[in-house]
């Protein structure tokens, strides 16, 4: 099976065979932090100019950063930074001072942190376009007069995407623009008059109450409203391929008005255009820039590799969605990588699966597998997340641990640490014999035997598993019955061990720890 870029990239091919070299796009709002949702935007546009190329075409990715967009409201992680932001709602994004004093604007701040990540993840555009920048260049200017020029044909156009009837009067007054007010810095205007032949607009600001008379050839605080704005750049950087979530990409959403705004304002055959899905975070919440409850790529690249991210990324279709997991699904999201690495390097993986490497990996001659993300959450924590002592005890354990694992020693540290404290446990003091009372005789006999083999033995992981499993299973019951009874028999040796009802991996913990640390408190 064909990997979605490469169908994607043939679409792109077919829908202008001749060109010379073909420019994928994505572009974000620095209204707020950019979330791993918004990743996405990119690196489907990334897969797909690799595909291109791949394909022997000549192709480059843009990026744009729409901070010449308005502040639409407070995030929740600026409200603590500093005292009565909201008075900057309805300015450019670029016009707002850095409340953080880091930058030169508010909007340069997330811009910076979300590029930092992308230089990490290996996924930086070809080229970056600030439209704060490109507007009042006055690159624009003929276009953005062309829309004055047929603003009631764009308000016929998007009025075709909604319920409710054209308004003669509101006909007459639509203009595709927004102005802010050069004292203001505010969107909070009315234009009452625009002369075509000597240019000069009339507005009125609501903020400094005056009427403000401006020629648009040299005026520079003037946008085109979004769905103007989207196909306007399209013409303007002849874009081939541009995603968009799915709120764009929905039945009457803002790729289907503006494609008709590109193809009969201005004469432009709108791009090849993919929905994307959304993704979750499991147990964290819902994502959203303008918010401030988001979870950014510098966050997710403090527990997955950046190997992985693309891999997710690469690996599921675009209109599929999926979680970043903080929680424990994180290891089968490791384990997944790992094993589909294996059957990469060895050249077993199909003509897809391959694919979703080839995008991902620099180099995969160089590329080696390491210890298992879920192995070292295990280990770490009892030696302190010690690099020596880890290595040893994983050795002790069965487990090769060579130089470049450590790298992963890091990010299963910062997942406790930071996201699962509660998985860092630490043993007992002292025998619990308030819960050992509670056992039957049989328990307490599965203690003592698993007692005396560690006692009286060394062993590996997969030994210790073995012995575990032969106390604890009954050849008389059926497979469902013991595997309720293992439940009970693993909750009551973490209660022996931690006094808890679960903990890490028992034989992989047993395994590796020391076992004069914990053999005290499996004997009365």
Known sequence: MQHWAFEIA???IEHNPNKDEYVCA??????????IGNFRDIITSYFVVKALQSLGKKAKLIFSWDDFDRLRKVPLNIQGVTQSFEENIGRPLTFISDPHKENASYGEYFERE?????????????KYLYQTKEYMSGRYLDLIKHSIEYRKQIYDIIME?????????????????TIYCDKSLKDNTKIIKYDKASGQLDFFCRDCNVLHSVNINSYKFIKLVWKVDWPMRWLAEKVDFEPGGIDHASTGGSF????EIS????????????????????????????????????????IYEPEVIKWLFAKYKPEDGFDFAFDETVFRHYSEFDKALVSYINDETNEYDSAVFDFCLPDKKKTKTKTAFSHIATIAPIVDFNENLTKKSLNKAGFEFEPHSFSRLKL????IEIYNPDKKYVLLEQFNNEFYDTLSEEEKNAISAIYDFIENNNFTEQEIQQKLYSIINDSNLSKKENIARQKTYFKNFYNMLFGKDDGPRLYLYLAAANKENYLKLLKQ
């Open 412 to 415: 299963t540290k910062n997942w």
């Open 256 to 259: 289907d008005v503006s494609k």
């Open 263 to 302: 193809r009969r304002i201005f004469k432009f055959e709108p791009p090849v255009f993919k929905g994307y899905g959304w993704l979750g975070i499991r147990g964290l919440g819902n994502m959203h820039s303008s918010t401030g409850k988001n979870i950014t790529p510098g966050q997710v690249l403090k």
């Open 114 to 126: 979300f590029e930092e990540s992308l230089k990490i993840l290996g996924a930086e555009p070809d």
């Open 26 to 35: 994505a572009g974000i709002s620095p209204s707020g932090s950019v979330h």
């Open 161 to 177: 995407f909604k319920t409710q009837d054209s308004n003669v009067e509101e006909r007459e007054n639509y203009y595709p623009i």
């Open 10 to 12: 043939k679409q792109v």
